[in-house]
């Protein structure tokens, strides 16, 4: 399958562009950026065309691997849907709701497979964990604590204007819903809190009565970082083990359940649908901390 690449960027880099070239499965036919000259340095070390116009590499390609913020990444995805090529998107699909909506009905109308690279979701001993957990059933509650710092001098991500204007919410805000949602279910309502820095906590009320707890933070001391996962219910207390991951592995997994979804097989639980979900429940988060009050999810 040929894949555009959208996004000349730090992940753009170190994952997408790396994961594409070294995939049987897969051909990286061409590179388009904001930044042309960056767009023309990546496409060169992975031996492809750099474009300047997006629609042009659209019209090029099977599919699009979008590394851009989400933002950007919504409007290009839209159009590359409406044209029929296959999606892999990263997290978070979008900002807005409606906009994300728009996307996911775009997917359905022209039928193409759809994958978002909600990393954490793809390790295969936490899949493996969040299947065993779904077949145990019976949980009250779910915690997640997602805290670290972009902001130190080795972290590329801190240069990130979309990281920086919308914090932890958005940027592992993600992450965690992606491992309560699908133990827990749907989400109805949301109250969220916003601290110093870009602390953010959300309690979430989910449909079967469960309560999720999140609290993250891309703006943490570095002593007070930590990534915690735990589910309490009638079968006592089950917590996230620690694992080690390869981004770039996982990446390639993710490539794995577009192809499937592409050739006529399963559709990935992780798809733009899911996606829609996410982008629903930070916006209401949002909602709730600008407002100070609960917001229902219906």
Do not use: C
Request: charged share 25%.
């Amino acid at each position: 399958m040929r894949f555009g690449l959208f996004g000349t960027g730090p992940w753009a880099h170190m994952v997408h562009s790396e994961a594409l070239a070294r995939h049987p499965r897969a051909e990286l036919a061409g590179v388009w950026g904001r930044n042309p000259e960056k767009a023309a340095e990546l496409a060169e070390k992975h031996g492809t065309r750099a474009y300047a116009d997006p629609d042009e590499l659209i019209a090029a390609v099977d599919a699009v691997a979008i590394a851009l913020p989400p933002d950007v990444q919504a409007p290009i995805a839209i159009r590359a849907a409406r044209a029929g090529k296959h999606l892999l998107l990263d997290k978070p699909v979008s900002l807005r709701t409606e906009e994300a909506v728009e996307l996911a009905s775009a997917v359905a109308d022209r039928e193409v497979a759809s994958v978002v690279f909600f990393t954490r979701r793809f390790v295969p001993e936490w899949a493996e964990f969040l299947d065993e957990a779904v077949a145990t059933g019976g949980w009250t509650e779910a915690r997640v604590d997602h805290l670290g710092s972009i902001f130190t001098p080795d972290n590329p991500f801190g240069a990130s204007a979309w990281r920086k204007e919308r914090g932890g919410l958005w940027d592992v805000g993600p992450h965690a819903l992606s491992l309560v949602l699908p133990v827990l279910g749907p989400v109805t309502e949301v109250t969220g809190l916003a601290g110093n820095r870009d602390l953010t906590a959300l309690v979430l009320r989910h449909e079967g009565g469960a309560i999720s707890r999140l609290t993250l933070s891309v703006d943490a001391p570095e002593a007070a970082g930590r990534a915690v996962t735990e589910f309490f219910g009638e079968a006592g207390i089950r917590a996230l083990p620690s694992v080690d991951f390869d981004a770039v592995t996982l990446y390639g997994l993710a490539l794995d359940q577009l192809l499937t979804a592409a050739d006529g097989g399963a559709a990935s639980a992780l798809d733009v649908d899911f996606g829609v979900t996410v982008t629903r429940i930070l916006e209401a988060a949002e909602e709730s901390i600008r407002d100070g009050r609960t917001v229902r999810i219906s």
